[in-house]
């Protein structure tokens, strides 16, 4: 099993930013991508970017050049810095950590309960 702690979330102003952190434990040397995904109200949960260790980062488009996502494997910690964000940001914020093996087939997802991201002046 693997915990995900996220924190960071907040109330910003448009055009502001925000970094959100998430703190892994547990069995995390199961782990081979970690991300961000975000749900604003009566939408699905959409991936925002994430870092694997074969596949590199990848971002969203609607967040491409805005946000950035990195690591620090010291502190199990995956970061996501955003920057000039619009209300359309504005969302839950869950850390993501899956396990994928069998060529990518078969996949087991971790999930924080998520912080909340408010964009708004």
């Known amino acids: 099993q693997v915990q995900l702690v996220e924190s960071g979330g907040g109330l910003v102003q448009p055009g502001g930013s925000l970094r959100l952190s998430c703190v892994a434990s547990g069995d995390i040397s199961s782990i081979n991508v970690m991300g961000w995904y975000r749900q604003a109200p009566g939408k699905q949960r959409d991936a925002v970017a994430s870092m694997s260790s074969t596949t590199g980062i990848h971002y969203d488009d609607s967040v491409k050049g805005r946000f950035f996502i990195s690591k620090d494997d010291d502190k199990n910690t995956v970061y996501l810095q955003m920057n000039r964000l619009t209300p359309e940001d504005t969302a839950v914020y869950y850390c993501?950590?899956?396990?994928?093996?069998?060529?990518?087939?078969?996949?087991?997802?971790?999930w924080g309960r998520g912080t909340q991201v408010t964009v708004s002046s």
């Open positions: 993501n950590a899956a396990n994928l093996r069998d060529m990518g087939t078969t996949r087991t997802d971790y």
